[in-house]
């Protein structure tokens, strides 16, 4: 799998999810833009490319990112960090 093919399909992906959910998902897809653009370069430059592992590593960190993403979007990280600052 080229980068350029892993990029066409990231974009293809993010651009029919945004379409679908608009303003919900843009600061959830910026994070897995951000994590996959991340996990592409230091992989390409710490092994040369993308394997199987690799791809499945990239692919967990994304789905994080993107639950990041939707954890703050949904202000649940204010709400837990004022809950923390009570004790």
Known sequence: LSSVRLAIAMIYTLGITAASLLEQTLLPLGFAALATGFAGRYLNRRIGGI?????????????????????????????????????
């Not at 967990?60 to 939707?70: A, H, K, N, P, T």
């Open 51 to 87: 394997t199987g592992d690799t791809l499945g590593a990239a692919s967990q960190l994304v789905e994080l990112s993107v639950y990041f993403g939707i954890l703050i979007q949904s202000n649940l990280f204010t709400s837990i960090s004022l809950l923390w600052k009570s004790f």
